[in-house]
């Protein structure tokens, strides 16, 4: 098993470009998640999935998008770029309850500039 | 809001000395996780603790979770440079659909 596997490792982008982020798992799990990470910073919830169909805004949503057309992938689309969104973004799926354990990729480090 | 604080939010010790990390919050959780991230990585599941009081080891890694479940701690014995790394808590909340519930993180520096 792959787990979570994420693409592009690195980009760099200019403002007010568009961008998708691909994140896909090999685990059949129904949760999904997309976190952004700051330097020195905690997890901060942009997205989540319940399954294929069903997604929901977290805590930092604007300036994001998502789709889930399947239990497989999950990607992270960024519209007009900003500075502020420079960070280190994760996706994430987990078991379900009451193990509740997420699986995280290797991570996208996202620069605006 | 639910909050969990950790603290200390950064720390740098000499190899082989103790040390305790801790995680609070005025919210009950159902069950709370510490996750391990190193550099360049994402986080990973060190251990989950289900019931008020429980304690669980892992080498020289102890976690304890609060009577009351509110509150966990990290203790580590003898520390190796191995055990660098930023270091999670995260509570599972019954009332937000089993999402977890991220602390801001302890940053772990062991020097050799």
């Known amino acids: 098993n792959a787990g979570v596997t994420q693409t592009p490792k690195f980009r760099i982008l200019k403002i007010g470009q568009s961008m998708t982020l691909q994140c896909a798992q090999d685990m059949n799990h129904n949760y999904m998640y997309w976190y952004r990470q700051d330097p020195g910073m905690g997890l901060k919830l942009i997205y989540y999935?319940?399954?294929?169909?069903?997604?929901d805004k977290g805590e930092v949503p604007n300036g994001y998008n998502v789709s889930r057309s399947t239990t497989e992938d999950f990607p992270l689309r960024l519209e007009l770029a900003a500075p502020s969104q420079t960070s280190v973004y994760f996706c994430?799926?987990?078991?379900?309850?009451?193990?509740?354990?997420?699986?995280f990729g290797p991570g996208t480090r996202l620069t605006v500039l | 809001t639910q909050l969990l604080e950790q603290s200390p939010q950064f720390l740098s010790i000499q190899e082989g000395e103790n040390l305790t990390v801790y995680c609070n919050s005025s919210?009950?959780?159902?069950?709370l996780q510490w996750y391990r991230q190193e550099p360049g990585e994402g986080p990973v599941l060190l251990v989950t603790?289900?019931?008020g009081g429980e304690v669980k080891k892992l080498k020289r890694l102890t976690f304890q979770f609060g009577d009351a479940r509110k509150d966990s701690s990290l203790h580590i014995t003898a520390a190796q440079p191995g055990d660098t790394g930023l270091y999670l808590c995260?509570?599972?909340?019954?009332?937000?659909?089993?999402?977890?519930?991220w602390g801001a993180g302890t940053k772990l520096i062991i020097k050799p």
């Open positions: 919210s009950v959780f159902s069950s």
């Open positions: 603790v289900v019931t």
């Open positions: 994430a799926s987990r078991t379900d309850y009451p193990i509740n354990e997420q699986f």
């Open positions: 999935s319940v399954g294929a169909g069903i997604t």
């Open positions: 995260a509570g599972v909340h019954m009332d937000s659909n089993y999402q977890l519930i």
